[in-house]
C-alpha cells in the first residue's frame, strides 16, 4: 500500500509542477510587462517635470543664493568663512548619505537580485560573459549611486532577459523544482520592483497631476506658474538689495 502512494506521488508531482511553472510563467510575465509599463510612464513623466517645472525651480534657487549673498554682504558678514562651513556640511551630508545608501538593505537586496540574475558566472560563453559584466557594471555604479530606478530597470529589461536565457541554450534545461523556485524569486523581484515604483513620490505626483486633469486642470502648469510667481518675487527683493 505504502508502495502505491509513493509511486502515485511521484507520477503525479512532474504535472503538478509543470502546472505550477507555467503559471508562474505567465504571471511573471504579465508582471514583467506590468513593470516596464510603470518604468516607462515613470521616465515620461519625470521628463515632462523637469522640462515644466524643474528649470524653473532650479533658476528660483539661483536667485534666492544671490539674495543670501547680498544680504550677507550689507550685513557686513564673511562669506568666505560661511561658505566654507557650507562645503564643509555639504560633505558631510554627502557622506552621510553615501553611508545611508550603502547600508541601505533594501538597495542591496535589489542588487543582489541583479546580480544573481546577470551574474558573469551563468554564462555560457565568453560573447554572453562580456555582456553580463557590461550589465554588473552599471549595476555596481547604479548601487554605488543609490540609483534605485536604474537597478529596477535592469530587472525589468524584457530584452536583457531574453538575451541571457536565450544564450544558455536549450539543453542547458533545470530540473524542475530548481525552475519552480527561480521563477519565484524572479516574480519576488519583479513585484518589488513594482512596488519600488509605486512609492516613487515622483510616481505619485504624477498619479496626482492624472487626478486634477480629470478635472480639467494642468497640475503642471500650474506648478509653473507658482514658481514663476516665486521668481519674480525674489528678482523684485534682489532688485531692492542692490539699490540699498
Known amino acids: 500500500m505504502t508502495n502505491l502512494v509513493v509511486q502515485t506521488q511521484a507520477t503525479e ?23 516596464a509599463a510603470l518604468q516607462g510612464e515613470l521616465r515620461e513623466f519625470r521628463e515632462r517635470y523637469t522640462q515644466t517645472v524643474g528649470g524653473r525651480l532650479a533658476e528660483l534657487a539661483e536667485v534666492e543664493e544671490q539674495i543670501r549673498q547680498a544680504e550677507a554682504r550689507l550685513s557686513g558678514e564673511d562669506l568666505s568663512d560661511e561658505d566654507a562651513n557650507d562645503a564643509e556640511d555639504s560633505a558631510n551630508e554627502t557622506g552621510s548619505s553615501a553611508s545611508l545608501k550603502s547600508n541601505n538593505g533594501s538597495l542591496r537586496k535589489l542588487f543582489w537580485s541583479v546580480a544573481k540574475m546577470f551574474h558573469p558566472d551563468h554564462a555560457s560563453d565568453e560573447t554572453e560573459a562580456r555582456r553580463r559584466h557590461e550589465i554588473m557594471a552599471t549595476a555596481s555604479r547604479a548601487y554605488e549611486e543609490g540609483d534605485v530606478e536604474r537597478l529596477n530597470d535592469l530587472l ?28 519565484k524569486e524572479e516574480l519576488r523581484t519583479v513585484e518589488y520592483g513594482i512596488k519600488r515604483v509605486k ?32 521668481i519674480k518675487q525674489a528678482k523684485f527683493r534682489l532688485d531692492q538689495l542692490t539699490i540699498e
Not at 508531482?13 to 513593470?35: M, Y
Not at 510616481?203 to 506648478?223: I, P
Open 13 to 35: 508531482n512532474p504535472p503538478d509542477l509543470a502546472r505550477q511553472i507555467e503559471e508562474l510563467e505567465t504571471q511573471l510575465a504579465e508582471r514583467q510587462v506590468e513593470l
Open 156 to 183: 525589468g529589461d524584457d530584452e536583457l532577459h531574453f538575451y541571457c536565457q536565450s544564450a544558455q541554450g536549450v539543453g542547458d534545461e533545470e530540473d524542475l523544482p530548481t525552475r519552480l523556485l527561480n521563477l
Open 199 to 230: 512609492l516613487d513620490g515622483m510616481y505619485k505626483l504624477k498619479l496626482s497631476a492624472e487626478r486634477d486633469a480629470g478635472k480639467g486642470r494642468d497640475a503642471l502648469a500650474e506648478m509653473q506658474s507658482r514658481v514663476n510667481k516665486q
